[in-house]
């Protein structure tokens, strides 16, 4: 089992960890490598 698996922040789809862009939808990660789920 993966520990570390980068999701698609849009779709969902997984992303290889070297990779920068969504192969799925094409939403880039470092546009969301900020984002964080906020409670409240
Ligand atoms: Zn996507």
Known sequence: ???SVTR???CGW???PED????NC????ADYE???PSEG
Request: net charge negative.
């Open 20 to 23: 920068e862009m969504c192969p």
């Open 14 to 16: 997984e992303i290889d």
């Open 8 to 10: 698609c922040p849009e």
């Open 26 to 29: 094409g939403a880039y990660l």
């Open 34 to 36: 900020d984002v964080e």
């Open 1 to 3: 089992m993966r520990a």
